[in-house]
């Protein structure tokens, strides 16, 4: 566990800080790249990559004062607490809905083509997943139950899973890696969405659907070995509240993926993705030609 990496005086480097910024630079490169294959703008990539930043954040925020109030009531000043980011408390439920929120709003109110960029920034997702999981674990938090299996991991003794009387979990317990476990999901996703949107993509917001399934059924799933607080209960402890969430946003996926594929074939619009494949390729291979003149005309210009 590494929560700061070095320090410069007051100024510190915080591992969830970088990896967050990792994630953000990696993603939206990658989307920047997908679009630029497609025909459109990269710029509009950038711009909307902030506007997910911010709301992303700001959504984070919100659930983890929502969801965990009593610990910023016991400091006497909630709100003034819920401004002092800083100290931490990020929910990734709540950057993951007001993310896609803000984006729908900015999309529709520049009148950019919503489906296409949905699934274009998709895959950017589940690859910024991967990274900000690897800053969960080197801060020691969104930790897991307590294990005897091999997948234990023993954490230093001041971490935030020994708070015993928070907790009740000793020093010394090994507990599941769950930041480790979505991390590597998160990559597995990333590659799993390019993959069958090659093969499979009939119709726009298909891999933006996938993507939210996949999200909430996997989130489902790996709450099953994650330390659940005791204000997280739900269903007299059958379920948490975070599942409740994975549920009801692996449904929307469902539904979007359905009513989509409906829509696109209603309206004659189903694509082929053999020939979206080849477009791309051909695309790409002039992309190199226009490259490589530049270049050519660059090295002229010089001399």
């Known amino acids: 566990m590494f929560p700061s990496l070095f320090s410069c005086g007051e100024l510190t480097l915080r ?7 990792i994630s953000f630079l990696v993603g939206m490169l990658a989307a920047s790249w997908r679009a630029d294959r497609r025909g459109i703008d990269p710029k509009h990539v950038f711009d909307l990559s902030l506007v997910i930043l911010v709301t992303a954040i700001v959504g984070a925020r919100l659930f983890h004062f929502f969801f965990h109030y009593s610990a910023y009531a016991i400091t006497g000043e909630p709100l003034l607490q819920l401004l002092r980011i800083w100290d931490g408390g990020l929910m990734l439920f709540g950057g993951f809905v007001f993310a896609v929120i803000g984006s729908v709003i900015y999309l529709k109110v520049k009148k950019l083509p919503l489906w296409e960029l949905s699934d274009i920034l998709s895959p950017s997702v589940m690859l910024g997943m991967g990274f900000t999981r690897i800053g969960c674990f080197l801060n ?12 234990g991991v023993i954490f230093p003794d001041n971490a935030p899973v020994y708070y015993a009387l928070r907790t009740h979990i000793h020093a010394g317990t090994p507990v599941y890696p769950t930041q480790l476990m979505e991390s590597l999901a998160g990559f597995v996703f990333f590659a799993l969405l390019i993959l069958v949107e090659r093969k499979w993509k009939r119709f726009h917001g298909f891999t933006f659907g996938l993507m939210v399934t996949f999200f909430g059924l996997w ?20 379920l948490s509240k975070n599942q409740i969430i994975s549920i009801v946003i692996a449904l929307a996926g469902v539904v979007i993926l359905v009513w989509r594929g409906l829509y696109a074939k209603k309206k004659g619009q189903l694509l082929d993705p053999k020939a979206e494949l080849a477009t791309l390729r051909e695309r790409a291979a002039k992309q190199k030609v226009e490259d490589a003149k530049r270049k050519a005309e660059s090295k002229k210009s010089k001399k």
């Open 15 to 21: 591992a969830y800080g970088l990896m967050l910024a």
């Open 140 to 151: 020691g938090c969104c930790y897991g139950k307590p294990t005897d299996s091999w997948l």
């Open 219 to 238: 989130r489902l799933f790996i709450e099953e070995f994650r330390f659940r607080e005791d204000d997280m209960h739900a269903f007299w402890g059958f």
